[in-house]
T-cell receptor, first 110, second 116 residues
């Protein structure tokens, strides 16, 4: 069956460290993968898109990698800040619609 | 408006009542999606519109769920005879092009439905 897996346990890190979140998928062949941020009581907000032929994408303190052989994407936030605390969702685009993972909650301690 | 607008933000319904949730997408956006998000889970796809055409309704949980977008802009998600398992946040999202494409989806803040 098709699955998108994100770590269900919250990631708790110290301010200033790099946060690394993982998204694994099975039985999909997505052309694109996106990462979204969701704060409590709010809708998801788009962060980054990476294409299947791109290995890495950066935007300010954010970096995403996409390994179609391993069927895995890694999402990094460098020099993390308490304001980065949120749930991060990965989403695959196998065709025209987004399929979301369950999200990983990130807590950045001051 | 500047973003996707959803109303009501909160709705409490008694079991068996009908509810209607409204989505006002970004002006000019062709694609409109409805997602359902249970607590602690990611959004689950419900249905997709391209302009006024409902091209995919495969995610609607039962025939009690109905969505429309008659003029290709505002959309309404209707749930008839609500059940407790319908309690969730219903998210609407729009995008400029067809489908999710290579662009981002713009989400509304969601409508939180609680069925007692």
């Amino acid at each position: 069956s098709q699955k998108i897996e994100q770590n269900s346990e919250a990631l708790n890190i110290q301010e200033g460290k790099t946060a690394t979140l993982t998204c694994n998928y099975t039985n999909y062949s997505p052309a694109y993968l996106q990462w979204y941020r969701q704060d409590p009581g709010r809708g998801p907000v788009f962060l980054l898109l990476i294409r299947e032929n791109e290995k890495e994408k950066r935007k300010e303190r954010l970096k995403v990698t996409f390994d179609t052989t391993l069927k895995q994407s890694l999402f990094h936030i460098t020099a993390s800040q308490p304001a980065d605390s949120a749930t991060y969702l990965c989403a695959l685009i196998p065709s025209y619609k987004l399929i979301f993972g369950s999200g990983t909650r990130l807590l950045v301690r001051p | 408006g500047a973003g996707v607008s959803q109303s009501p933000r909160y709705k409490v319904a008694k079991r068996g009542q009908d509810v209607a949730l409204r989505c006002d997408p970004i002006s000019g956006h062709v694609s409109l999606f409805w997602y359902q998000q249970a607590l602690g889970q990611g959004p689950e796809f419900l249905t997709y519109f391209q302009n006024e055409a409902q091209l995919d309704k495969s995610g609607l949980p039962s025939d009690r769920f109905f969505a429309e977008r008659p003029e290709g802009s505002v959309s309404t998600l209707k749930i008839q005879r609500t059940q407790q398992e319908d309690s969730a946040v219903y998210l609407c999202a729009s995008s400029l092009g067809q489908g999710s494409g290579t662009g981002e989806l713009f989400f509304g803040e969601g409508s939180r439905l609680t069925v007692l």
